[in-house]
């Protein structure tokens, strides 16, 4: 019986060219600027990646007040709003800025529609820092909508112009089910014409989606506050697989083993791969030796860091 155990590896996983972006402007900043170099927030939602960062000399704050005046300060892969640019040029704070392009295009689209007087609706989480940056660009005119019933009770006229955007790391399924409530209450409802959730979200659902029907168990490395890494545990449980997040390997349970044949494995965007590698020897330990990858993409999105950090000449500029 034991022969027949493996693994089925899910690609893509772990980190896309956003993350990839972010934890690379922090190590250019250390090397051009030495530490310390503050970040705001977590750079990415990944406790490995932040601990490793402090110890070459990054300091994680929970605000840019928290930041000394005059020092370099890096705005996190989740974006901010205008009130944290402002106050971070009033501390005459050396910016440097690592939002996620594909989070910087839903900004764009939020103060589009402001323009247009509609009211944005925000489909997202809310207090995560993505929702908390969009929701600052128009902060008078947005409603957060978490769920398909925050939807159905929104006290407004059918006849209300009104648009709607996606916080990027959302399940794709739940999403559309939210949409298509807001279509259906509103007369006038524009949005970004497809949903914002972003390719790699998208591709890892997609990969767990594809894993999920054979295995007998999915596990997902991530962080608790990785709403992608969540949301893909939500999408094999949903299809009524057993489904854990495993934030690293000291958290792995082996009664999650038990009459498993067949493992389903993958890491959300913004865990390493060496936590993968950790979770892949550890199931070999029990027997799930054999890994087999399914893939659904690939990926060759590559986002470049500013030209401050990859260029010494703009640098000395």
């Known amino acids: 019986m034991?022969?027949?155990?493996?693994?089925?590896?899910?690609?893509?996983r772990s980190f896309c060219a956003?993350?990839?972006?972010?934890?690379?402007?922090?190590?250019?900043?250390?090397?051009?600027?030495?530490?310390?170099v503050y970040v705001r927030k977590e750079i990415v939602h990944n406790h490995y990646v932040v601990r490793l960062l402090q110890q070459r000399g990054a300091i994680f704050v929970e605000s840019e007040d928290e930041v000394p005046q005059g020092a370099v300060c890096v705005f996190s892969a989740h974006g901010v709003s205008p009130q944290v640019r402002r106050n971070a040029q009033v501390r005459e704070l050396d910016v440097i800025d690592a939002t996620c392009p594909l989070v910087s295009k839903v900004h764009q689209q939020a103060k589009r529609f402001a323009r247009e007087d509609r009211t944005l609706l925000l489909i997202g989480h809310e207090g995560h820092e993505e929702v908390e940056g969009t929701f600052g660009h128009a902060p008078d005119r947005?409603?957060?909508?978490?769920?398909?019933?925050?939807?159905?009770?929104?006290?407004?006229?059918?006849?209300?112009?009104?648009?709607?955007?996606?916080?990027?790391?959302?399940?794709?399924?739940?999403?559309?089910?939210?949409?298509?409530?807001?279509?259906?209450?509103?007369?006038d409802l524009s949005g970004p014409g497809t949903d914002d959730?972003?390719?790699?979200?998208?591709?890892?659902?997609?990969?767990?989606?594809?894993?999920?029907?054979?295995?007998?168990?999915?596990?997902?490395?991530?962080s608790r506050n990785s709403s992608n890494s969540v949301r893909m545990v939500e999408v094999a449980a949903r299809m009524g697989t057993a489904a854990h997040l495993v934030p690293d390997v000291t958290e792995f349970d082996e009664s999650w083993l038990e009459g498993v044949t067949t493992v389903g494995v993958s890491?959300?965007?913004?865990?390493?791969?060496?936590?993968?590698?950790?979770?892949?020897?550890?199931?070999?330990?029990?027997?799930?030796?054999?890994?087999?990858?399914?893939?659904?993409?690939?990926?060759?999105?590559?986002?470049?860091?500013p030209a401050r950090l990859a260029d010494p000449a703009a640098a000395a500029g």
């Open 267 to 305: 890491a959300g965007a913004s865990a390493p791969e060496i936590l993968v590698e950790e979770v892949l020897a550890k199931l070999a330990e029990f027997g799930y030796e054999d890994v087999v990858l399914e893939q659904v993409a690939q990926e060759d999105i590559v986002f470049h860091p």
């Open 142 to 187: 947005t409603i957060i909508v978490e769920t398909v019933e925050d939807a159905e009770r929104l006290e407004l006229p059918a006849d209300t112009p009104t648009a709607f955007l996606t916080q990027t790391t959302l399940s794709v399924d739940e999403t559309k089910d939210i949409i298509e409530v807001l279509r259906g209450r509103f007369d």
């Open 18 to 36: 956003g993350v990839r972006r972010a934890i690379s402007i922090i190590e250019l900043a250390l090397e051009r600027y030495g530490a310390p």
């Open 2 to 12: 034991g022969l027949n155990k493996k693994v089925l590896l899910a690609e893509p």
């Open 197 to 222: 959730i972003c390719y790699a979200s998208q591709n890892r659902q997609d990969a767990i989606k594809a894993i999920t029907p054979q295995s007998d168990l999915v596990l997902v490395v991530g």
